[in-house]
């Protein structure tokens, strides 16, 4: 009798499962894909945004006799609604299995005052809009101190309208670091156009009446 070894493949650990550091809600979340990663990126920007937690809760539904289950992603709490979100891929939403799905899953939501929303990579991975919230990101947990905001806050005031490039120059001259200005606009007290790529000739479009401490201070 022969014995061989079995070959094994090797398995390498999958890259689009880890977790993510919310500032906003000041905890980790676990995501499944990078669909779900960049998604996260969108809701801690997006000041309209109160609170979010993932996965949401599992809703329990009958269906073809048996009794299923399902967890969507993301459970959303705005300002003036409440969202249940999935994040899929738009080939995966255009079956025929997932369209007859959701469509039962808005209904039992709509009964309960949520919004079944779902999101594939079409919306989420709008660029340049993704690449400059991820870039603004990148400064929403420095921390700085409450005459440096100021100070930072009155400059840009004093300057709407002026390029990044001959705000930095300003802010140097003053000996206020340049980070503390990319913190306020990934808050949205300073606004530029988001839509565009940030370059030091984006333009300074808007600046916040009053600081809002408790998001400054925030993680």
């Known amino acids: 009798m022969v014995i061989s070894r079995l070959k094994t493949k090797n398995r390498r650990p999958k ?10 809600m000041e905890t980790s979340f676990r995501y499944n894909s990078l669909l779900q990663k ?24 009958r269906s073809s006799g048996r009794e ?9 709490v705005r300002r003036q609604k409440k969202q249940v979100i999935e994040v899929k891929s738009q080939k995966t939403v255009e079956t025929e299995k997932y369209d ?25 991975r709008t660029e340049p809009l993704l690449s400059n919230i991820k870039l603004l990101y990148g400064y929403a947990r420095e921390n700085f101190s409450t005459d440096e ?17 001959e705000i930095f120059q ?3 001259q003053h000996r206020v670091r340049r ?10 007290l ?26 400054l201070f925030n993680g």
């Not at 890259?15 to 906003?24: E, L, P, T, Y």
């Not at 990126?41 to 539904?61: C, Q």
């Not at 300073?190 to 998001?215: F, G, L, M, Y």
Request: overall charge negative; hydrophobic content about 45%; glycine content about 2%.
């Open 190 to 215: 300073i606004e530029i156009d988001i839509q565009q790529a940030i370059t030091a000739n984006s333009t300074i479009a808007a600046v916040a009446a009053k600081i809002d401490w408790r998001i």
């Open 170 to 172: 300003i802010l140097d």
């Open 15 to 24: 890259q689009n499962i880890g977790n993510f550091s919310s500032c906003k």
């Open 100 to 124: 007859r799905l959701y469509q039962m899953l808005s209904g039992m939501y709509d009964e309960t005052g949520w919004e079944f929303v779902v999101l594939t990579e079409t919306k989420i």
């Open 38 to 61: 960049d998604f996260m990126y969108w809701l801690e920007f997006d000041s309209d945004v109160l609170s979010y937690n993932a996965p949401a809760i599992t809703v329990n539904y």
């Open 149 to 165: 905001y100021r100070d930072c806050w009155e400059i840009a005031r004093s300057n709407v309208s002026v390029s990044l490039a």
């Open 68 to 76: 299923k289950s399902y967890t969507p992603d993301f459970q959303v």
């Open 179 to 188: 980070n503390i200005l990319f913190k306020l606009l990934f808050h949205n």
